[in-house]
């Protein structure tokens, strides 16, 4: 039974760490500039033209509440006690690669470190800096040497509660130096200034670092917005700020499909692309857009909504249609399904054609059968071995036969 249990964690760590793999190989790239569109005429985009979500409290102060509860806010932060989600506690502070090597995480006042130990004797150690992950699924951690950053030796995964190798790292030598670069804040972040060495090191301006997807990495950088309205308390309409009311449909994904699009071709530097901008001047998706059979489930949201009947047959559905970003809403399937019920209704004629099973309520959660969660294709290619996967809700909305079956037997053992 043990061994079992050692074994599915190991598959666990697996699965995170190809999951890593997958998230970190080809990222996007895109660049910050002007907002293509007339909206008010943001500024482009530097350090000092960013307000900050504090400033938005005060006139904001609904969306400000629940938006720092989000995976969002929390993707990226300083390493702290509240944000690195693994234990410094004796007992559960080690991870070992093999008899020789291990890594101890260990906490001195303030500051925390990962220090390795080759034959019981430190051989490196470096300070957690930079935590990236809300701790839904797992964390990666990152250290400073001056003003370049590396990944740390071992991540967290949170299923298991437990501490993993890296992703993608040797699974018989501690590994510390493995480079980050600008697009993994891109996506993770919400501004850093940066340039390149000549030996294309990427050197952060640590201040400039603005952490987690804050409300201008959708909006657009707002100092003006505030300034304005602090001034002009009278004002009714947004100044100085993008309303995505006006953006057009496509305008609209594309400020979602920067980081939900999975791999896709770097065309400009990371940080360039803004709000309003169309996504394929900055990057280029990375796979056959006609079809969508092999489109994997895992991190492709944009693409998998966009092969949708929902989708290509309305003229407005986009990922508000369904979330709203400003809040924490996961695992409340009653909810989405009354997003479902916005379009889908008995009055529309266009409700669900399925006979409902005697106790069963359509409308309580129309997502495990529409939007079942499946295993990632990609993930499970990778472990055909072990034959474990990692499951995600997968964004390609259809008749799933089996997954209804599924879910309807299991309704009924319920009961
Ligand atoms: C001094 C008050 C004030 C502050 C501070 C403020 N706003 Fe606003 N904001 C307004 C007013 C007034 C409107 C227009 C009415 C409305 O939509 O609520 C507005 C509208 C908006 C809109 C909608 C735009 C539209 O036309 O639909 C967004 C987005 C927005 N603000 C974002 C922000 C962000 C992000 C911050 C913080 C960086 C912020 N605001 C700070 C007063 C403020
Ligand atoms: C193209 C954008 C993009 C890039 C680049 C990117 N990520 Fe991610 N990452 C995401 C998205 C989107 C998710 C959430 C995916 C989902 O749930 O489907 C995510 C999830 C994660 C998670 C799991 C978070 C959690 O708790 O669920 C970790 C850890 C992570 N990324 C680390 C990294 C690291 C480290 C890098 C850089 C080496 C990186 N990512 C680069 C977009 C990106
Ligand atoms: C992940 C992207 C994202 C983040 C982060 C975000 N917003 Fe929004 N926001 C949107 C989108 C998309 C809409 C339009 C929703 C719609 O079409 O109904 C919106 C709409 C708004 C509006 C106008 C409509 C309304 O609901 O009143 C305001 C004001 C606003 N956001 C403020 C904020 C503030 C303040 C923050 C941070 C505390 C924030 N947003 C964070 C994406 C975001
Ligand atoms: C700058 C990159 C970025 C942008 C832009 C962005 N996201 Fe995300 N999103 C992420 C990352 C990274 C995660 C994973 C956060 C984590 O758990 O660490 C995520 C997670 C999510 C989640 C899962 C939340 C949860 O609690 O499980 C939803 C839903 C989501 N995003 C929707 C959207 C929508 C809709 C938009 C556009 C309005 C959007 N995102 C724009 C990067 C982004
Ligand atoms: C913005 C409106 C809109 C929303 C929101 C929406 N749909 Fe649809 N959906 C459509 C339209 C339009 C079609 C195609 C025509 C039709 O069948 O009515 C469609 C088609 C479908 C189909 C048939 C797919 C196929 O391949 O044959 C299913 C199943 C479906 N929707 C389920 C859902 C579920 C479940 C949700 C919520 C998670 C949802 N829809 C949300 C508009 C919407
Ligand atoms: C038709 C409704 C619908 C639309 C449109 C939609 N989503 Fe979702 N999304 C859902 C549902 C339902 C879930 C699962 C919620 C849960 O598990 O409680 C979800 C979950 C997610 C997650 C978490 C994934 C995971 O497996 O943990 C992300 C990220 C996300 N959506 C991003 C997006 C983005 C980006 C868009 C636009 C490209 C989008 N969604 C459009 C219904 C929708
Ligand atoms: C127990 C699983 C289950 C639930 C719950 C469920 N559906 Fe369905 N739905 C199905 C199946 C199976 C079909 C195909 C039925 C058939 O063969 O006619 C279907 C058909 C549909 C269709 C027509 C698809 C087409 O081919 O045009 C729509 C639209 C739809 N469902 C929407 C919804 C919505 C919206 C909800 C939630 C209010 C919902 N369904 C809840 C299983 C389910």
Redesign the pocket.
């Known amino acids: 039974m043990a061994a079992f249990l050692k074994s599915i964690k190991r598959q666990y760590l697996i699965v995170f760490c190809i999951l890593l793999i997958v998230y970190s190989v080809s990222f996007l790239c895109f660049s910050f500039n002007t907002v293509s569109s007339d909206i008010n005429n943001v500024a482009s985009q530097d350090a000092a033209t960013f307000a900050g979500s504090l400033s938005c409290m005060g006139c904001h102060k609904d969306i400000y509440e629940t938006h720092i509860k989000t995976a969002h806010y929390h993707t990226s932060a300083i390493a702290s006690d509240k944000s690195i989600k693994g234990s410094f506690k004796d007992g559960q502070n080690r991870f070992r690669y093999n008899k020789f090597m291990e890594v101890a995480m260990e906490k001195k006042a303030d500051s925390f470190f990962q220090t390795a130990y080759v034959s019981g004797t430190e051989y490196q150690r470096e300070q957690f800096g930079v935590v990236i992950g809300s701790g839904r699924k797992g964390q990666t951690y990152l250290y400073w040497k001056g003003n370049e950053l590396f990944q740390l030796p071992v991540s967290y995964y949170v299923p298991a509660h437990s501490w993993c190798n890296s992703p993608g790292y040797p699974a018989t030598m501690i590994y510390f130096d493995r480079p980050i670069k600008s697009r993994c804040v891109e996506c993770h972040g919400t501004y850093a200034s940066y340039e390149e060495n000549a030996n294309s090191a990427t050197l952060f301006d640590q201040n400039s670092i603005i952490y987690g997807v804050d409300c201008e990495r959708c909006h657009g950088p707002s100092s003006k917005h505030v300034q304005y309205h602090t001034q002009h308390p009278g004002e009714k309409k947004g100044m100085f700020v993008i309303n995505a009311k006006l953006l057009s449909r496509q305008q609209r994904m594309d400020a979602c499909a920067l980081c939900h699009s999975g791999f896709r071709k770097e065309v400009k530097p990371p940080f360039s692309f803004a709000v309003g901008d169309k996504l394929e001047d900055f990057s280029l998706p990375n796979y056959n857009t006609d079809s969508s059979s092999w489109l994997d489930v895992h991190g492709n949201q944009y693409g998998l909504l966009t092969s949708s009947k929902c989708y290509i047959t309305s003229a407005n559905m986009d990922c508000s249609s369904c979330h709203n970003v400003h809040k924490e809403e996961i695992n409340n399937p009653k909810l989405y ?1 009354t997003r ?2 916005n379009c ?1 209704n008995e009055a529309s004629h ?5 006979t409902p099973a005697k106790g ?1 309520n ?2 309580d ?2 997502i ?3 939007m079942p969660a499946l295993p990632s294709k990609k993930i499970f290619l990778q472990m055909a071995e072990t034959g474990a996967a990692d499951l995600v809700r997968t964004h390609r909305v259809a ?1 799933y ?1 089996e997954q ?1 079956d599924t ?2 037997a299991k309704l009924k053992k319920k009961k």
């Open positions: 399904s479902c019920m889908h266009n409700f669900c054609t399925l069963l359509l409308a959660n129309c495990d059968c529409h008749v036969k209804s879910f309807i």
